[in-house]
């Protein structure tokens, strides 16, 4: 099963607006993750929050993490043609055995126009 | 810098053949991650390892199998390949610890005949 789901799916913008995507999942986390994927490449961490944080910055990222509503948003602010990508939330879950299982979320699309 | 590499990034197979998918990664990683990607389902774990030797099943493991005989390599094994296993598929790998990212191959995308 999807443990993040990503809202919007998709997302297209002009260059130098703000970029916001949402994430949510379902269970109890440790910690949450950002991803970005070009097309056709693998995907690269971009940031990690952890569940007793409730904002992080990295350079023009923003994240936040509401876990009383199993939610992370991430904001891409000044946004730029090169931002353009496929943008994922992933949540790191201990299992029975202390088995760390990675689980990823459908993906928002975003497309910025120049 | 880390370094995850997989075998093909491009695969064409028929329907029944046994298909290999390697990555090798060169951090000394312990866990180490298959998943597949397809449109609309972002990406899907079908196995991982948190040791070699070791293995556990994702949420879709049916069709597939793997192998971790050395700590830098993961190979995922298609027993009989059908088409819908038509996918991309990703390899990743992580130190053990909770606070630690992934590393993504570049990926290999597969076409079943």
């Known amino acids: 099963s999807q443990q993040g789901e990503e809202d919007p799916q998709a997302l297209s913008i002009q260059e130098g607006e703000n970029a916001t995507m949402n994430c949510s999942y379902k269970?109890?986390?440790?910690?949450l993750q950002w991803y970005r994927q070009n097309s056709g490449r693998g995907l690269v961490h971009l940031i990690l929050i952890r569940s007793n944080e409730r904002e992080k910055h990295s350079g023009r990222l923003r994240v936040t993490l509401d876990t009383s509503k199993k939610s992370s948003s991430l904001l891409i602010t000044a946004s730029r043609a090169a931002d353009t990508a496929s943008y994922f939330c992933a949540t790191v879950d201990v299992l029975s055995g202390g088995y760390q299982k990675v689980t990823f979320g459908t993906g928002t699309k975003l497309q910025v126009i120049p | 810098d880390v370094k995850v590499t997989q075998s093909s990034r491009y695969l064409v197979k028929r329907t029944g053949e046994k298909v290999f998918l390697e990555c090798v990664q060169d951090?000394?990683?312990?866990?180490m991650f298959w998943y597949r990607q397809d449109p609309g389902l972002g990406l899907r774990l079908i196995y991982f390892?948190?040791?070699?030797?070791?293995?556990e099943k994702g949420d879709i493991p049916e069709g597939y199998s793997v192998s971790r005989e050395k700590k830098e390599r993961f190979s995922l094994i298609l027993e009989s390949a059908s088409t819908n296993q038509t996918s991309m598929y990703l390899c990743?790998?992580?130190?053990?610890?909770?606070?630690?990212?992934?590393?993504f191959g570049p990926g290999t995308r597969l076409t079943v005949l």
């Open positions: 951090m000394d990683h312990e866990n």
């Open positions: 269970t109890s986390i440790n910690n």
């Open positions: 990743a790998s992580r130190l053990i610890g909770l606070h630690f990212e992934q590393f």
């Open positions: 390892s948190y040791d070699v030797k070791m293995k």
